[in-house]
C-alpha cells in the first residue's frame, strides 16, 4: 500500500519555466490537497480538491493551478517559476479529518 | 481564516525528560486539533489528535489537552527518547477538513 505518492522528489528550474508536481494516492480518499512548507511558516495551503470534479483555492493560491485528474490524481502546475515558488511541496489526502501527506517535492527556483 | 501560533519553535531535551508544545487558535468554530510528526525527509505524520468534545487524551508517552475557552491546546511526550527528535506540528479546522498548521517545533532529545 503506498498511500500518496508524489513525483519529482527533486525539481531544479530556471525563472520562467513550467513544470507540474504530480500527486497519486491509493487510499480511494475524497479530498486532496497541496501544501507548501517553508522555514518557520509550517505548511500553507495552495490548493485543495473536496471531491473529484471540484477544486478550491487555499491560502497562497497565486501563481499555481491544479487539476483533479480522477479520484486518485491531483496535479500542481507552475506556468512560470518564480524564485519565491522555491519551496517544499506536499500534497495529502483524506477521506475524514486525518490527512495522509506524501514524501514531498524539494524544489528550486534559481 | 483560522491563525494557528505554535510555542516554542525550537525544543531541547535531556533524554528521559518531558517535552511539551504549545499552540493556541483564533477560530472559535474550530472543532478538531491534530498533532504531525515530521522526521528528516519525509511528510508530516499524524501523531496523536483530538476533538472539542474532549479535553484530555493519551497514547502511551503522549497526550494531548485542550482549553476551547482559552483556544489553546497542547503536547505533551514524557519519558522522551532519541526517536523524539523531529519537528512537530500542530494544526486546526472545522469540519471542512482543510488543517491550518502551526509554524512547527523543532525538538532535539540529548543523550
Known amino acids: 500500500n503506498a498511500g500518496v505518492t508524489q513525483t519529482p522528489k527533486f525539481q531544479v528550474l530556471k525563472t520562467g519555466q513550467s513544470m507540474t508536481l504530480q500527486c497519486a494516492q491509493d487510499m480511494n480518499h475524497n479530498s486532496m490537497y497541496w501544501y507548501r512548507q517553508d522555514p518557520g511558516m509550517g505548511l500553507r495551503l495552495i490548493y485543495y480538491?473536496?471531491?473529484?470534479?471540484?477544486?478550491d483555492k487555499g491560502e497562497v493560491p497565486n501563481g499555481y493551478n491544479v487539476s483533479r485528474l480522477n479520484k486518485r490524481e491531483f496535479s500542481l502546475r507552475l506556468e512560470s517559476a518564480a524564485p519565491s515558488q522555491t519551496s517544499v511541496y506536499f500534497c495529502?489526502?483524506?477521506?475524514?479529518?486525518?490527512?495522509?501527506f506524501g514524501q514531498g517535492t524539494r524544489l528550486t527556483v534559481v | 481564516g483560522e491563525n494557528v501560533e505554535q510555542h516554542p519553535s525550537t525544543l531541547s531535551v535531556q533524554e528521559g525528560d518531558s517535552a511539551v508544545i504549545k499552540c493556541t487558535y483564533s477560530?472559535?468554530?474550530?472543532?478538531?486539533f491534530p498533532w504531525y510528526k515530521q522526521e528528516l525527509g519525509k511528510g508530516p505524520q499524524l501523531i496523536i489528535d483530538i476533538r472539542s468534545n474532549v479535553g484530555e487524551k493519551k497514547d502511551q508517552r503522549i497526550a494531548v489537552t485542550l482549553n476551547k475557552t482559552a483556544k489553546h491546546f497542547s503536547l505533551h511526550i514524557t519519558e522522551t527518547q532519541p526517536e523524539d527528535s523531529a519537528v512537530y506540528f500542530c494544526?486546526?479546522?472545522?469540519?471542512?477538513?482543510?488543517?491550518?498548521f502551526g509554524a512547527g517545533t523543532t525538538v532535539t532529545v540529548r543523550a
Open positions: 495529502a489526502s483524506s477521506q475524514t479529518n486525518e490527512a495522509f
Open positions: 480538491s473536496a471531491s473529484e470534479g471540484t477544486t
Open positions: 494544526a486546526a479546522s472545522h469540519n471542512d477538513y482543510k488543517l491550518s
Open positions: 477560530d472559535s468554530a474550530s472543532n478538531y
